[in-house]
């Protein structure tokens, strides 16, 4: 005996592999024991692992979980025991956190220079629940920049790739890495607000500074502003809030500025220092000048 065909306007929604109710053009044909099958069909799609459920993952959410997995082992926490002056000149001990970018595998690690200014103890955190205790090797507080150094041993660190802020544009999308409020490895996201901006901190003006709506909160400072490719384009500085909580104006240091201290940072000689061996070469010159002039005179 045949088996009874489906009217053609039946159209049943079911989807193995993915989990999700998909069309099924009404021209299949389906016996009466395939029919039975479908609830067990249906079961399985839905209890399976499957890659394509309904439920998916955007594209844009798919870039900044994975730039967020790149990034995170780069960025540390920084906790800091501050000495702060009482009435009577004596040493108050207080604390504070921040963050901090690794730069070197050997290390090396960049944060902000009011995050360890008065700092005389300084403890990082890593990704893999290290706690390393750190040493100040420079700093630029024009900039507010400082250079920490870590013992590493055996276990090298991961550095992040660096990428160049002078490309970046007004609405690019921007991703922030942090330890806000000691809530290490945290995310934010944003785009890029403008670029050039010039801001006054205290007596300090810091210049040239990347504003972005990205959520930036007391204890993100040191921490990286990455772009979409998981590049650093800057380091969260700064924020701009009548309430010192995050109200979409944060700013960061970039890249292209950072780059230009870095060398002066790592091996801080004094600025007398620096003219020591033009001026021994240019009175080494003035000696071969003078005893080549008396040798003339005397030759004649």
């Given at each position: 005996?045949?088996?009874r065909?489906?009217?053609?306007?039946?159209?049943?929604?079911?989807?193995?592999?993915?989990?999700c109710?998909?069309?099924?053009?009404?021209?299949?044909?389906?016996?009466?024991?395939?029919?039975?099958?479908?609830?067990?069909?249906?079961?399985?799609?839905?209890?399976?692992?499957?890659?394509?459920?309904?439920?998916?993952?955007?594209?844009?959410?798919?870039?900044?979980?994975?730039?967020?997995?790149?990034?995170?082992?780069?960025?540390?926490?920084?906790?800091?025991?501050?000495?702060?002056?009482?009435?009577?000149?004596?040493?108050?001990?207080?604390?504070?956190?921040?963050?901090?970018?690794?730069?070197?595998?050997?290390?090396?690690?960049?944060?902000?220079?009011?995050?360890?200014?008065?700092?005389?103890?300084?403890?990082?955190?890593?990704?893999?629940?290290?706690?390393?205790?750190?040493?100040?090797?420079?700093t630029?507080p024009?900039?507010?920049?400082?250079?920490?150094?870590?013992?590493?041993g055996?276990?090298?660190?991961?550095?992040?790739?660096?990428?160049d802020?002078?490309?970046?544009?007004?609405?690019?999308?921007?991703?922030?890495?942090?330890?806000?409020?000691?809530?290490?490895?945290?995310?934010?996201?944003?785009?890029?607000?403008?670029?050039?901006?010039?801001?006054?901190?205290?007596?300090?003006?810091?210049?040239?500074?990347?504003?972005?709506?990205?959520?930036?909160?007391p204890?993100?400072?040191g921490?990286?502003?990455?772009?979409?490719?998981?590049?650093?384009?800057?380091?969260?500085?700064?924020?701009?809030?009548?309430?010192?909580?995050?109200?979409?104006?944060?700013?960061?240091?970039?890249?292209?500025?950072?780059?230009?201290?870095?060398?002066?940072?790592?091996?801080?000689?004094?600025?007398?220092?620096?003219?020591?061996?033009?001026?021994?070469?240019?009175?080494?010159?003035?000696?071969?000048?003078?005893?080549?002039?008396?040798?003339?005179?005397?030759?004649?």
């Open positions: 005996m045949e088996d065909q489906l009217p053609r306007s039946f159209v049943p929604f079911v989807d193995i592999a993915g989990g109710l998909q069309k099924v053009p009404d021209t299949m044909r389906f016996s009466k024991r395939m029919i039975g099958l479908i609830p067990v069909f249906v079961f399985l799609g839905f209890a399976g692992p499957g890659t394509d459920r309904c439920s998916a993952l955007t594209a844009e959410e798919k870039n900044t979980i994975s730039v967020y997995e790149r990034v995170a082992p780069s960025v540390v926490n920084i906790s800091t025991e501050v000495c702060d002056l009482d009435f009577f000149q004596c040493a108050v001990p207080g604390a504070g956190t921040g963050s901090g970018i690794v730069l070197k595998e050997d290390g090396l690690i960049l944060t902000s220079y009011h995050v360890v200014a008065q700092a005389r103890d300084i403890q990082v955190t890593l990704s893999d629940d290290r706690h390393l205790k750190a040493r100040i090797v420079g630029n024009e900039e507010d920049l400082a250079l920490l150094k870590v013992d590493v055996q276990r090298p660190l991961t550095p992040i790739v660096n990428g802020s002078r490309q970046l544009r007004v609405g690019e999308k921007v991703l922030a890495v942090g330890n806000p409020f000691g809530l290490g490895q945290t995310l934010t996201t944003g785009t890029v607000s403008m670029v050039g901006r010039d801001v006054r901190s205290g007596r300090l003006i810091l210049r040239d500074l990347i504003q972005t709506d990205a959520s930036i909160n204890g993100s400072s921490g990286v502003l990455v772009n979409s490719r998981g590049e650093m384009v800057g380091m969260n500085t700064a924020i701009l809030s009548p309430t010192g909580m995050s109200a979409g104006i944060g700013f960061a240091v970039p890249t292209h500025q950072i780059d230009k201290e870095l060398s002066a940072m790592r091996y801080p000689w004094p600025p007398w220092a620096r003219w020591i061996l033009p001026a021994l070469f240019g009175y080494w010159v003035f000696r071969r000048i003078t005893r080549l002039g008396r040798r003339e005179q005397h030759d004649l």
